[in-house]
């Protein structure tokens, strides 16, 4: 790979020119947080765009395309001692990543959150590994817009949230003392009957005040899940997995790491038990579950979990 970022960064491949219409386009939608490539007279879309189809020497339609910004590492090169002219102060790879929709690749630096300075590259570092922009909040319409490209978290269902963040509230006060007491519980509500857990005081589903209080054992299972390999101060090692988990007798899921098994092994369905923190260390939070981890339990059949994904 080449060794002047700058000029890499800008046009892979390109040469100092003020910009044309094509890159002066391509400017102003990264300015504007949204990568797009151009379509050639061919059907194929380049990115970053260019003013001639490089196979052809043909002009390009004009015909921009949205593309990405979710795409997939074609190539890398490991940079283990970064110099002070490069867009990380840490370990990075250049990446060539062609964003989806997209025919070309564009070369940009991918964080793999790697801070020792000389480390090998993780091993979660290879070809066809699917990677999204950080976008920077100041944006100024040039291709350091995005600060650089992170891994993606690999899901396999409908789009879902990863952080979790309890809201305060009497009703939380309450969940936590059950929690510091080695104790799950939660609300059920007057009007559908399930139990919402961690109770927020409010059935979500009806809009109702909830009151009655459920303690709930600490299985359930794994509804769907999503194999991380971004490090997590929380999670043992990467990859790990983060999973929603439906508590025996609750009508919500929960989101939770799972441990004890490789990533490739948790699986929708699986039976799950709370892996606790020795008591001593119990507080008066979430922490006190260190994960859920598998219990030797036969799968329950995608049927009996899918309302609740
Ligand atoms: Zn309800």
Redesign the pocket.
């Known amino acids: 790979m080449r060794s002047d970022p700058n000029h890499v960064l800008a046009f892979p491949g390109g040469y100092t020119r003020s910009v044309g219409p094509v890159i002066g386009r391509f400017l102003s939608e990264l300015r504007d947080g949204r990568l797009v490539g151009v379509r050639t007279a061919g059907g194929r879309v380049l990115v970053p765009p260019a003013e001639y189809d490089p196979e052809t020497g043909e002009d390009v339609t004009g015909e921009f395309v949205e593309v990405g910004p979710v795409g997939t590492v074609t190539t890398w090169s490991w940079v283990p001692r970064p110099a002070k002219e490069h867009p990380l102060d840490r370990p990075f790879a250049w990446a060539l990543i062609r964003p989806d929709g997209a025919d070309t690749a564009l070369l940009h630096a991918l964080d793999l959150g790697v801070f020792d300075e000389g480390a090998k590259p993780p091993r979660s570092l290879r070809t066809g590994m699917r990677v999204r922009p950080r976008w920077r909040a100041e944006r100024t319409g040039g291709i350091g817009d995005i600060a650089c490209f992170l891994p993606e978290v690999t899901m396999i269902n409908a789009p879902t949230r990863l952080e979790y963040r309890l809201q305060g509230g009497r009703a939380l006060d309450r969940f936590l003392e059950g929690i510091a007491e080695g104790r799950i519980l939660g609300h059920r509500?007057?009007?559908?009957?399930?139990v919402?857990v961690p109770m927020k005081g409010l059935?979500?589903?009806?809009g109702?005040p909830?009151g009655e209080e459920v303690e709930l054992p600490d299985t359930g299972t794994v509804t769907t899940f999503a194999v991380n390999n971004i490090p997590d101060p929380r999670a043992p090692e990467v990859p790990f997995v983060s999973a929603y988990v439906l508590l025996d007798g609750a009508?919500l899921t929960m989101l939770t790491l799972v441990a004890g098994i490789p990533a490739d092994q948790v699986r929708m369905g699986m039976r799950v038990k709370a892996a606790w923190r020795p008591r001593e260390e119990w507080g008066r939070t979430m922490a006190n579950i260190r994960w859920f981890e598998p219990l030797d339990e036969p799968d329950v059949p995608f049927d009996e979990i899918k309302d609740y994904l």
Do not use: E, L, M, W
């Not at 059935?203 to 009806?206: E, Q, S």
């Open positions: 509500c007057p009007v559908c009957d399930q919402i059935c979500p589903r009806d109702v909830t009508g």
